[in-house]
């Protein structure tokens, strides 16, 4: 696909039962995580561990991490610069990693903020290292990638089969009126 036609299917897809269901089923669970953990906690004996708060920042995150792996990840796949519907697997895998990398860098980036912000008023809260922190943001990172990349494909790959079986259909449609057409007799025309 050319880049305007892949963009104009973003708005199609996430409009979309099935993907609008996965999206807010995924954020829901996101988000809905930390009341759940805060009702066990209050259950177990102390010290209870800190949990940061739900708020618009983390609803937000959450949300745009979703929306990019269900909604924006196929679009590298669909990205080709002539009339296929599907890059070739190098190609394809290459802009998915590039495209999902960097907005995944953006999305982690807004995140570590918000943990900075959400823990710096804590003192019970033990500093971690640096080596620590380097290497939890390279495996979310990387399992991140792994996802919006592989969800990104089958995505883009089902839409393909849809866009192919539906033009099937038209071209049989189109057939069946031509053989119609070719059965009339020549007064009737």
């Not at 089923?25 to 009341?35: E, K, M, Q, S, W």
């Not at 937000?60 to 070739?88: C, E, I, K, M, Y």
């Amino acid at each position: 696909m050319i880049l305007r036609e892949a963009l104009h299917a973003i708005p199609r897809r996430l409009k979309r039962p099935l993907i609008l269901g996965m999206i807010l089923a995924f954020t829901a669970l996101g988000v809905g995580y930390i009341p759940v953990m805060a009702m066990v906690i209050r259950t177990a004996p102390p010290p209870h561990p800190y949990l940061p708060p739900v708020t618009f920042g983390l609803i937000l995150n959450t949300l745009l991490s979703v929306v990019h792996t269900f909604g924006l990840s196929a679009l590298p796949w669909q990205w080709t610069g002539d009339d296929r519907r599907l890059a070739p697997a190098g190609r394809g895998l290459l802009q998915s990693v590039l495209f999902s990398a960097s907005f995944s860098a953006l999305v982690m980036l807004m995140r570590l903020d918000m943990l900075k912000q959400t823990y710096a008023h804590l003192p019970h809260v033990p500093d971690f290292p640096e080596a620590f922190r380097v290497v939890a943001f390279g495996l979310s990172m990387i399992v991140g990638l792994f996802f919006s990349c592989l969800i990104g494909f089958i995505v883009a790959f089902w839409e393909a089969r849809q866009a192919e079986k539906a033009e099937a259909l038209k071209r049989a449609e189109e057939a069946r009126w031509a053989l119609l057409k070719a059965q009339m007799s020549p007064h009737v025309l």
